[in-house]
């Protein structure tokens, strides 16, 4: 009875136990916190980790950003690549978010002469949390782009190519190319816009080779025509003029003409006189200094060759003067002085009254004009002694504003054989005829012309290495003085006031003649003026107030050819826009 009643009782407790531990799960809610809060401290270390991976790539972007503008500005300079470290290394500074870098790099897809720059860089970081999930470091990549875009941009390159420039004429001449490379990003024609329906080319070149004159003719054939009568600015007589007229080039030149005041002798080369207004006191003031054609300056006056020109001995011909032929004249002894040219002391006041062809027996006998006009002063016939004033009209003349790469090429190489003097104002002086709009050249298109539909900036790049050198030509028929002493000559009087650049009570020298004309170009005419001084340390302070602003890119001092190639090609750059693209 007992074992019956006991055996189902036992085995309902059996049961009951195994529905109980079927039914109980206190022991896995351990298990399944467990299992939570590894993801969740998992999921919160990763969101940790990724936030600092994008700090660590904002970063790396914003150093590359401005490595790349600072390197865009300096592009085609050889301090490009220390640039760009620098700006890196100041916006990224060493063990940032104790990051592992490896940059930037420099890629240039299209050379180096390319108008795009682009720089990447890759950072490594630690992970705090990842290597819960076996990810001990994390990689941050980042990367930019710089591009120069070029506005429309007219540009005159005025060499100086006076002797002293003859043994650096070759690296002259591949410095110059290295310019015009970079703005036509070395293709042979430059960007263009095209608005309702018209084209427009976004860059032309012009070229002013010079020294003691500029030979305004032109490389290019020209021709000669009479033109209307007018009144002579010096002697006020009726006169016929001349028009010399270019042709249009085909690469960017329009026919025009250039007025001439008189007909120019058969061997004329192509120089003419520096021009006078006398409108002060003593007669001294505004040569080459009114930019243009004037109402009074109707056109230039060409050096005639026997008043211009190295004398061209035939044999059997003294080189010597002598007392029938030179002699005692306006207090200077030319006795047994080298002939320098036909008429060494050219500009006296005796009557012309020998005909052309006893010139060589009578030189005295021959003055520039008929008689000494009252606003210019008669120069005397010491500074021939010098030979300055013989200096040869330069055989290359200028080149107008090109649109073909080639073409300004073709002008550039040709720059051989540099001699004579240096003559700064008047090589400023012709750069800044060919670049701007209206006469004489009218090459350079008005804001009119393009209505203002794109931005558009003029430059000069005057390269020189010496001091300013009068002579034969610095003046309308007279001089500032032989030599450099014509910089600071104290003997012209004063040169007038005018608007707000220039002040009063300036000594009229050829220095400050030079700062008068740079401060009219760089004011209201808005066109930026760059010098690189060559192989010199004489007048620093001169052509430093020349240029836009003292210092690189406006102005460098380069000491040999390479600080003169990386000048030119830091102007280019200068000369360029920057933007970022990504």
């Given at each position: ?33 467990a ?14 980790d ?38 890196f ?42 290597s ?35 043994t ?38 012009g ?11 032109g ?6 025509e009479a033109?209307s009568?007018?009144?002579?600015p ?25 007025k ?5 002798d058969d ?7 520096a021009r ?40 059997g ?5 002598d ?10 002894d ?6 320098v ?6 500009n ?5 009254s ?7 027996r ?35 003349g200028?080149t ?47 804001d ?50 005018e ?10 020298s050829?220095?400050?003649r ?5 401060a ?45 190639r ?17």
């Amino acid at each position: 009875m007992r074992l019956r009643s006991f055996l189902p009782k036992q085995c309902d407790l059996a049961l009951r136990a195994k529905r109980r531990l079927w039914r109980d799960t206190s022991g896995s809610v351990a298990l399944y916190v467990a299992v939570t809060m590894t993801v969740m401290i998992a999921a919160v270390g990763i969101g940790i980790d990724t936030a600092r991976a994008f700090l660590l790539k904002s970063k790396l972007s914003q150093a590359l950003d401005a490595a790349a503008l600072a390197g865009g500005k300096v592009m085609m300079s050889s301090n490009r690549d220390s640039d760009i470290e620098m700006f890196f290394n100041a916006n990224f500074p060493a063990n940032y978010m104790g990051a592992t870098v490896n940059g930037p790099h420099i890629e240039e897809p299209n050379g180096s002469s390319s108008s795009t720059l682009t720089l990447s860089a890759t950072a490594d970081i630690k992970t705090i949390f990842g290597s819960f999930l076996g990810v001990d470091t994390m990689t941050v990549a980042a990367s930019t782009e710089v591009t120069r875009a070029l506005k429309a941009l007219d540009v005159v390159l005025s060499i100086d190519v006076s002797g002293s420039m003859k043994t650096y004429d070759d690296d002259v001449r591949d410095a110059a190319n290295d310019l015009v490379d970079i703005l036509f990003d070395n293709k042979d024609d430059p960007p263009e816009v095209t608005i309702d329906g018209v084209t427009y080319q976004l860059l032309h070149i012009g070229l002013v080779p010079w020294n003691s004159k500029v030979n305004i003719k032109g490389s290019s054939g020209v021709k000669l025509e009479a033109s209307s009568t007018i009144s002579n600015p010096v002697t006020g007589k009726q006169s016929q003029s001349w028009d010399m007229i270019y042709p249009d080039d085909g690469v960017g030149g329009k026919e025009h003409r250039i007025k001439l005041l008189t007909q120019p002798d058969d061997n004329w080369k192509g120089c003419v006189y520096a021009r006078y207004l006398g409108d002060d006191d003593q007669g001294y003031d505004n040569a080459d200094l009114t930019l243009g054609y004037t109402a009074t300056w109707p056109g230039w006056q060409p050096i005639p060759t026997l008043e211009g020109e190295p004398r061209e001995f035939k044999k059997g011909e003294p080189t010597k003067w002598d007392n029938k032929s030179g002699g005692y004249m306006n207090g200077t002894d030319w006795t047994n002085t080298t002939k320098v040219c036909d008429q060494s002391y050219w500009n006296d006041s005796i009557a012309n009254s020998v005909p052309h062809d006893l010139l060589v027996r009578y030189p005295s006998s021959y003055p520039a004009t008929n008689g000494t006009p009252n606003n210019w002063k008669v120069a005397k016939p010491n500074f021939g002694k010098s030979h300055n004033d013989c200096d040869a009209c330069y055989e290359r003349g200028i080149t107008r504003l090109q649109t073909n790469r080639l073409a300004i090429r073709d002008a550039i190489g040709g720059l051989d054989g540099p001699k004579g003097s240096t003559n700064i104002t008047q090589g400023l002086f012709w750069a800044y005829q060919t670049v701007m709009p209206g006469a004489p050249f009218n090459d350079a298109l008005t804001d009119e012309e393009v209505a203002n539909k794109f931005p558009r900036n003029r430059a000069i790049v005057l390269l020189t290495d010496g001091e300013t050198v009068g002579g034969n030509g610095d003046a309308y028929k007279g001089y500032f003085g032989s030599g450099t002493q014509a910089g600071t000559n104290t003997s012209h009087g004063m040169l007038s006031a005018e608007g707000d650049y220039w002040p009063a009570n300036k000594q009229n020298s050829l220095n400050n003649r030079l700062l008068k004309l740079a401060a009219k170009i760089k004011g209201p005419s808005a066109a930026r003026i760059y010098v690189i001084q060559f192989r010199s340390t004489a007048n620093t302070a001169l052509l430093q107030s020349v240029a836009s602003g003292k210092d690189a890119p406006y102005f460098f001092n380069a000491a040999d050819p390479d600080e003169l190639r990386n000048a030119f090609r830091q102007i280019a750059a200068d000369l360029s826009t920057l933007r970022l693209t990504q």
